[in-house]
């Protein structure tokens, strides 16, 4: 049973333009929300989070935003540059079991 | 600061032999875990330390797995014997406590391919 999905697996943006990652989840019970980053052939790298008691979260060029009624969050990456391509990981946990992750969407972002 | 180390980087060996990989955390993290990565996938849990102690272990196959993490620091996961389906990335990390919220800092991960 797939609790975290990310459905798209790639997306392409051009360069300067607004990125937006789509995650959808099953579990009420999720409290906490992350995105991890991933470039080939190295570890996911932590990008930005959010809990449960929000909406909304904002760090630099990333916004992540959570609509707890549709169990949807949403990653927003603007404006949207190179080294931005990689893929992004949506991730869920309750506050007291392992984080879930979705399977992934693979952004490019072309100059 | 030195960030999670794991080696090898890759590993291809043949189906029904052994292997093990080893996962140096990040000094003074307390929690380290050990994820499975299958092509196409996101990373699952096999195991989670907190120190030297087994904290979830539920979803680790336990019939051919196995992971110790002598001494609460350096960890290491053995696959005896291998499967065809045991091809994936195997990454490591650690995070300071294990409390909600807790950032998991990762390894480059090994990559697995049994033939």
Same mark, same amino acid.
């Given at each position: 049973?797939?609790?975290? +999905?990310? /459905?798209?697996?790639?997306?392409?943006?051009?360069?300067?333009?607004?990125?937006?990652?789509?995650?959808?989840?099953?579990?009420?019970?999720? !409290?906490?929300?992350?995105?991890? +980053? +991933?470039?080939? =052939?190295?570890?996911?790298?932590?990008?930005? #989070?959010?809990?449960?008691? +929000?909406?909304?979260?904002? !760090?630099?060029?990333?916004?992540?935003?959570? /609509?707890?009624? =549709?169990?949807?969050?949403?990653?927003?990456?603007?404006?949207?540059?190179?080294?931005?391509?990689?893929?992004?990981?949506?991730?869920?946990?309750? #506050?007291? !079991?392992?984080?879930?992750?979705?399977?992934?969407? #693979?952004?490019?972002?072309?100059? | 600061?030195? %960030?999670?180390?794991?080696?090898?980087?890759?590993?291809?060996?043949?189906?029904?032999?052994?292997?093990?990989?080893? @996962?140096?955390?990040?000094?003074?993290?307390?929690?380290? $875990?050990? $994820?499975?990565?299958? &092509?196409?996938?996101?990373?699952?849990?096999?195991?989670?330390?907190?120190?030297? %102690?087994?904290?979830?272990?539920?979803?680790?196959? *336990?019939?051919?797995?196995?992971?110790?993490? &002598? *001494?609460?620091?350096?960890?290491? &996961?053995?696959?005896?014997?291998?499967?065809?389906?045991?091809?994936?990335?195997?990454? @490591?990390?650690?995070?300071?406590?294990?409390?909600? %919220?807790?950032?998991? $800092?990762? %390894?480059?991960?090994?990559?697995?391919?049994? &033939?």
């Amino acid at each position: 049973d797939q609790q975290v +999905k990310q /459905n798209s697996p790639s997306l392409s943006v051009q360069e300067g333009r607004i990125s937006i990652l789509n995650c959808d989840y099953t579990n009420s019970m999720f !409290d906490y929300f992350l995105w991890y +980053k +991933k470039y080939p =052939a190295e570890g996911p790298t932590f990008l930005i #989070s959010i809990s449960s008691i +929000k909406d909304k979260n904002e !760090d630099g060029r990333f916004t992540v935003f959570l /609509n707890k009624s =549709a169990k949807h969050l949403s990653l927003h990456i603007v404006p949207s540059q190179p080294g931005d391509s990689a893929v992004y990981f949506c991730a869920a946990k309750t #506050s007291y !079991d392992k984080v879930i992750f979705g399977p992934g969407t #693979s952004l490019s972002v072309i100059p | 600061e030195a %960030g999670v180390a794991q080696s090898p980087r890759y590993k291809i060996i043949e189906k029904r032999q052994s292997v093990a990989f080893w @996962c140096n955390p990040i000094s003074g993290h307390a929690t380290l $875990y050990w $994820y499975q990565q299958i &092509l196409g996938q996101g990373p699952k849990l096999l195991i989670q330390f907190q120190n030297n %102690g087994v904290v979830d272990d539920s979803q680790l196959p *336990k019939d051919r797995f196995s992971a110790e993490r &002598l *001494k609460g620091v350096d960890s290491t &996961l053995k696959i005896q014997p291998a499967k065809l389906e045991d091809s994936a990335v195997y990454l @490591c990390a650690s995070s300071l406590g294990a409390s909600g %919220g807790e950032t998991q $800092y990762f %390894g480059p991960g090994t990559r697995l391919l049994v &033939l």
